[in-house]
């Protein structure tokens, strides 16, 4: 029995696995492109939802007291992001989101509330949330509230998020 030469088929075995080669380097990158896509998007849908409670609370609330322009009818959330020492945002927005929704809800009381009780309001507020941790993606984080404002029915609050340092 006689062994074939292989010699003739080198040349063959190499085109072969610079094919495979490809094939492999090519869907790799599809991958990595499709979920960047999938994940833009996914971050827009998380965005939108939050968007659409806050607009469903702001209904509601504005149709029980459309008829007086005293009360605080509408409660905008803004972040304030601490750095760490790199100077780098330590928050990816997903979690920053579910942080503000956590807050949100503990801020419900607070609508439908006088304008001009803000002081005691604001002051229950403050020691309600200044410093509350909350718990997202089992990682703890820090509230600090740094600004809060009161305009035309809105009560807006500008709020320090860090990662819990604990002691």
Same mark, same amino acid.
């Given at each position: 029995m006689?062994?074939?030469p292989?010699?003739?088929?080198r040349?063959?075995?190499?085109?072969?696995a610079i094919?495979?080669l490809g094939?492999v380097v090519?869907s790799v990158?599809?991958?990595?492109?499709?979920?960047?896509?999938y994940?833009?998007?996914w971050?827009?849908?998380q965005?939108?939802?939050?968007?659409?409670e806050?607009?469903?609370?702001d #209904?509601? *609330?504005?149709? %029980?007291y459309?008829n007086?322009s005293?009360?605080?009818r509408?409660?905008?959330? !803004?972040?304030e &992001?601490s750095?760490?020492?790199?100077g780098?945002a330590?928050?990816?927005?997903?979690?920053t989101?579910?942080?503000i929704?956590?807050?949100?809800?503990?801020l419900?009381?607070?609508?439908g509330?006088?304008?001009?009780? #803000?002081d *005691?309001?604001? %002051?229950?507020?403050?020691?309600?949330?200044?410093?509350?941790?909350?718990?997202? !993606?089992e990682? &703890?984080?820090?509230?600090?509230?740094?600004t809060?404002?009161?305009?035309?029915g809105v009560?807006?609050i500008?709020?320090?998020?860090?990662?819990?340092?604990?002691?």
């Amino acid at each position: 029995m006689r062994v074939p030469p292989f010699q003739r088929y080198r040349r063959f075995s190499q085109i072969s696995a610079i094919f495979v080669l490809g094939m492999v380097v090519g869907s790799v990158m599809y991958n990595a492109i499709f979920h960047m896509g999938y994940n833009v998007l996914w971050l827009n849908n998380q965005a939108l939802r939050v968007q659409i409670e806050q607009y469903r609370k702001d #209904i509601q *609330t504005l149709k %029980k007291y459309n008829n007086t322009s005293t009360v605080i009818r509408e409660i905008k959330l !803004r972040t304030e &992001e601490s750095t760490g020492k790199e100077g780098a945002a330590l928050l990816d927005p997903v979690t920053t989101k579910e942080i503000i929704r956590k807050m949100s809800t503990d801020l419900e009381p607070m609508r439908g509330r006088s304008m001009f009780d #803000i002081d *005691t309001d604001g %002051k229950l507020a403050r020691l309600l949330l200044d410093g509350k941790i909350y718990i997202v !993606r089992e990682k &703890e984080y820090a509230v600090r509230i740094r600004t809060m404002l009161v305009m035309e029915g809105v009560l807006q609050i500008w709020v320090e998020i860090s990662p819990n340092r604990r002691s």
